[in-house]
């Protein structure tokens, strides 16, 4: 049974930054490409990040520069690192493999900045 776990998220204030973790049991995780996904209230989900096994990563553009996507395989998990948080990165965040599977959706983190 897959299972992924995020964390990290909270409440802080435009410019401050975060680290979301999450945990994935039920993969084969090393071989797995791994994607960080938020959806906002009233939006559709979305791809923030994505890291291949060999580490490749790729951003969507309004992140770029900003988040940092990462990996330990060691630990089953990936992280994301946002810096220089705005108040249109309020969303819940998710992680998942991509493309992304219906059935593996956790729970989510909140991230929520604001002034």
């Known amino acids: 049974q897959v299972q992924l776990v995020e964390s990290g998220g909270g409440l802080v204030q435009p410019g401050e930054s975060l680290r979301l973790s999450c945990a994935a049991s039920?993969?084969?995780?090393?071989?797995?490409?791994l994607g960080w996904y938020r959806q906002a209230p009233g939006k559709q989900r979305e791809l923030v990040a994505r890291?291949?096994?060999?580490?490749?990563?790729a951003y969507a553009e309004f992140v770029k520069g900003r988040f940092t996507i990462s990996r330990d395989n060691a630990k089953n998990t990936v992280y994301l690192q946002m810096n220089s948080l705005k108040p249109e990165d309020t969303a819940v965040y998710y992680c998942?493999?991509?493309?992304?599977?219906?059935?593996?959706w956790g729970q989510g983190t909140q991230v929520t900045v604001s002034s």
């Open positions: 998942n493999v991509f493309p992304p599977i219906g059935g593996y």
């Open positions: 039920g993969i084969i995780f090393r071989i797995a490409t």
């Open positions: 890291i291949s096994s060999g580490s490749s990563t």
